[in-house]
């Protein structure tokens, strides 16, 4: 089994790639490969809503120039994902939110590649703004009908230089508990999914204009 994790920092060995090692380390402990895809420093631009991942049915997002398109088949042939970002304004940073909204809205509209993997998120903050961040995190791990690992307190690790966040003990433990019930999760995931897993439905999409 594997588990790829999205690096969001512009920073590749910030504390957000600490707090992702930490939940990596106990995944290898448990003999589940772990690999970090540092998408943070690219040049990603938005959806343009063009809906071409949808017409063509390729898995891929028409534009072709960045890194999405190779981390979408990434993201497709793991068996875990997770989603970790710094905090910008008490939110997603901007290039994460574009690599996201594209990544997610691909995999969506081509027959749900992310359905019922295993995913989680992190997030690692200097003060404040972590919930927030982790929250909006949380929205495209649960629309994409993946199961959600969690840990024995809000994924969120603290500190400002580069490896501080390993001085926050309560949110290295977080790290360490995420890690493994992870792999408890991709575990149990293997052993029922042939067996027991609930057959994919169609989408209905609504709006509310009378």
């Known amino acids: 089994m594997k588990v790829v994790a999205i690096n969001g920092s512009p920073h590749k060995k910030g504390n957000t790639y600490h707090a992702l090692m930490e939940v ?3 995944l290898q402990t448990e003999g589940i490969e772990f690999e970090v895809i540092h998408i ?3 040049a990603i631009r938005g959806c343009l809503a063009c809906g071409g991942c949808a017409r ?26 997770i989603l970790g970002s710094p905090v ?24 749900n590649l992310l359905r019922h993997k295993v995913g989680a998120a992190v997030v690692a903050v200097r003060r404040t703004g972590g919930s927030a961040t982790f929250d ?10 993946m199961i959600l690992a969690t840990s024995n307190y809000w994924n969120i690790i603290h500190g400002r ?11 290295v ?20 999914k042939d067996s027991i897993e609930p057959q994919r439905v169609d989408k209905v999409f609504t709006h509310f204009v009378r």
């Open 88 to 111: 910008y304004y008490a939110g997603i940073p901007g290039t994460m939110k574009s690599f996201l909204d594209r990544a997610f809205y691909v995999s969506g509209s081509n027959g």
């Open 24 to 26: 990596g380390k106990q």
């Open 56 to 81: 063509n049915k390729d898995e891929r997002c028409t534009i072709a120039t960045d890194i999405v398109n190779d981390a979408i088949q990434q993201m497709k042939a793991a068996d875990g994902i």
């Open 40 to 42: 943070g420093n690219q």
């Open 161 to 171: 230089t580069a490896g501080e966040v390993l001085q926050d003990a309560e949110g």
């Open 136 to 145: 909006s995190l949380n929205h495209y791990l649960s629309y994409s009908e």
């Open 173 to 192: 433990q977080i790290m360490q508990v995420l890690g493994r019930n992870m792999a408890w999760l991709l575990q149990m995931r293997k052993q029922a």
